[in-house]
Nanobody
Framework: EVQLVESGGGLVQPGGSLRLSCAAS????????MRWVRQAPGKGLDWVSA?????????YADSMKGRSTISRDNAKNTMFLQMNDLKPDDTAVSFCC????????WGKGTQVTVSS
């Protein structure tokens, strides 16, 4: 079965760092562009970052530029988002997404809470 499992969320103080992980299984991970999408309390889905199949190209929402780094390890079927200088507005459920252009898969999310 296809699975995307996020981990690494938790409670962190403003200015702190967090590394989110996404473990994929049940499909050919290296054929899929990967994305991070988040949903803040009471808000809609907000695209955060994306990375191409081979990791050669990365993209970031304006709010994340300069303080986040997306990466992937195709040999391990994993994808990561390193977040630094976290702010209270980063509080959200973060979802891992896979997109081949033909198929699209979502994880169940991991909670990120930024609070002092």
């Amino acid at each position: 079965e296809v699975q995307l499992v996020e981990s690494g969320g938790g409670l962190v103080q403003p200015g702190g760092s967090l590394r989110l992980s996404c473990a994929a299984s049940g499909f050919t991970f290296s054929n899929y562009d990967m994305r991070w999408v988040r949903q803040a309390p009471g808000k809609g889905l907000d695209w955060v970052s994306a990375i191409k199949t081979d990791g050669g190209s990365t993209y970031y929402a304006d709010s994340m530029k300069g303080r986040s780094t997306i990466s992937r390890d195709n040999a391990k079927n994993t994808m990561f988002l390193q977040m630094n200088d976290l702010k209270p507005d980063d509080t959200a459920v973060s979802f891992c997404c896979a997109d081949s252009g033909h198929y699209n898969y979502w994880g169940k999310g991991t909670q990120v809470t930024v609070s002092s």
